[in-house]
């Protein structure tokens, strides 16, 4: 188990990583990947149960799926860090060619990744997809997503929101960043979604609140 020191350690170095491949092309998300790398850490090399090597069908083990894909660095930094590739390979962030286009993709077959994300709004959902499989299977480990408030404001999350509670998907721990920033300016002025705690509350769900 990797000591606080360590983790701490790593966390510095990812915000590195990041740096250095959205200044590198002169484009990415660099805002949303610098809030994120804490969760990542943890979840990566603390949290989740996993497995030597990659395979897609994730039995056996812990399993992640990012829906707010534009904070590609963040992840793919945590990623290589981790031993799914190998750390050069960040050097090729949104070249022509590379596996490592601005959001996550599949068709590449990079380690790690199990849903393309160009479209947000979708990570709950499938997800919870995975989460029933591994209930079928009696695979008693757990799927973790990661979603953007902003994203939030798309329907199909609420209908998997309801989904999941009223099935009683109860193996998926969801989480939002919620930093109160879309693309096109603040949340509460795009769209405002109220209390998103009452919110998840109403739909049967067990809800923590982390602050820095």
């Not at 056996?60 to 590609?72: P, R």
């Not at 209930?135 to 994203?151: A, P, Q």
């Not at 960043?177 to 998103?196: F, R």
Request: aromatic residues 8%.
């Amino acid at each position: 188990m990797p000591d606080i020191n360590y983790l701490n350690d790593l966390v510095t170095q990812v915000r590195r990583d990041i740096l250095r491949q959205v200044h590198k092309v002169n484009s990415g998300h660099p805002g949303g990947s610098l809030g994120c790398t804490e969760f990542f850490v943890a979840l990566f090399q603390e949290l989740m149960d996993r497995k030597d090597g990659f395979d897609m069908d994730g039995k056996n083990e812990d399993i992640f799926f990012l829906s707010n894909g534009h904070i590609s660095p963040v992840f793919y930094s945590v990623l290589a860090r981790s031993g799914y590739f190998p750390l050069e390979e960040l050097n090729t962030f949104r070249l022509i060619n590379s596996r490592l286009q601005g959001h996550p993709a599949t068709h590449e077959g990079l380690p790690g990744i199990r849903i393309a994300s160009g479209s947000l709004g979708q990570g709950i959902s499938v997800s919870i997809g995975a989460a029933s499989t591994k209930k079928l299977n009696n695979d008693l480990h757990i799927v973790y997503t990661l979603c953007g408030d902003g994203e939030l404001q798309e329907g199909q999350n609420w209908e998997a929101i309801m989904y999941a509670a009223g099935n009683k998907v109860d193996n998926l721990i969801v989480t939002v960043d919620y930093n109160g920033q879309q693309i096109d300016g603040a949340v509460n002025t795009i769209l405002p979604m109220g209390n998103l705690r009452a919110k998840f509350e109403a739909f049967g769900w067990d809800v923590v609140d982390i602050k820095e």
